[in-house]
């Protein structure tokens, strides 16, 4: 079979082993010697699997890779843009449900806190409206009627705006008082102090209790 040189445009025999062919668009035969290739390289160039290109295929083959790996890495941009800007948007929803979601839990805060403290003002009304105070002799062997004599003597209720609701007795000869209102309870504790401390320890058991309770 013979054609064409695709370069000088002579007489070639595609079947002599001097002769090479473009493996691209051109599908061309050429002179080895018109295309610059030594003896010694045709072998290689003929090795199965091996593509050799005319110069023209080969610039176009370039221009065509390069037009493909334009093309990839414009989809490619534009492939991430669109990835950016779902982030985006998934970004601001899910700020925006955490913002929801924290507003809604600051209100919950809030109404158990407030809740919380307002249980603990009514307990502490509770707590401060009545008083009790304890009197207690630093004698142990002493009688519940001597210390009560005591206070009744040395301290004036009447005087003191003291509203007493409850007195008992309690061991080693001491007194409970119990009664409304911290004025008077405060008044007492001051005067009994001033003049029983010789003899008496005498302690709120509000403070106790408010203590133990908060
Ligand atoms: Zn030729
Ligand atoms: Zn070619």
């Known amino acids: 079979m013979s054609s064409k040189c695709g370069k000088c445009e002579d007489t070639l025999d595609r079947r002599k082993s001097s002769s090479v062919t473009c493996s691209g668009f051109c599908n061309n035969s050429f002179h080895a010697n018109c295309c610059g290739i030594s003896n010694d390289s045709l072998p290689c160039l003929k090795s199965p699997g091996f593509c050799w290109y005319c110069a023209e295929c080969f610039k176009m083959k370039n221009k065509y890779e390069l037009y493909m790996k334009n093309s990839f890495d414009?989809?490619?941009?534009?492939?991430?843009?669109?990835?950016?800007?779902?982030?985006?948007?998934?970004?601001?929803?899910?700020l925006a449900t955490a913002?929801?979601?924290?507003?809604?839990?600051?209100?919950?805060?809030?109404?158990?806190?407030?809740?919380?403290?307002?249980?603990?003002?009514?307990?502490?009304?509770?707590?401060?409206?009545?008083?009790?105070?304890?009197?207690?002799?630093?004698?142990?062997?002493?009688?519940n009627a001597e210390t009560k004599s005591d206070i009744v003597t040395n301290v004036s209720a009447a005087q003191l705006n003291l509203k007493v609701s409850k007195v008992k007795q309690i061991k080693d000869g001491g007194i409970l008082i119990s009664c409304d209102g911290s004025e008077g309870a405060n008044n007492f504790k001051k005067v009994a102090?001033?003049?029983?401390?010789?003899?008496?320890?005498?302690?709120?058991?509000n403070m106790l209790l408010a203590s133990k309770a908060f």
């Open 74 to 94: 414009e989809k490619l941009l534009k492939m991430i843009s669109g990835f950016e800007s779902m982030f985006s948007d998934l970004k601001q929803k899910i």
């Open 99 to 143: 913002k929801d979601t924290f507003s809604e839990m600051s209100v919950a805060n809030k109404d158990v806190s407030s809740k919380a403290l307002k249980e603990k003002n009514s307990y502490a009304n509770i707590v401060s409206s009545k008083s009790m105070i304890v009197v207690k002799p630093k004698n142990t062997g002493q009688t």
């Open 193 to 205: 102090s001033e003049k029983l401390s010789a003899k008496y320890d005498i302690s709120d058991v």
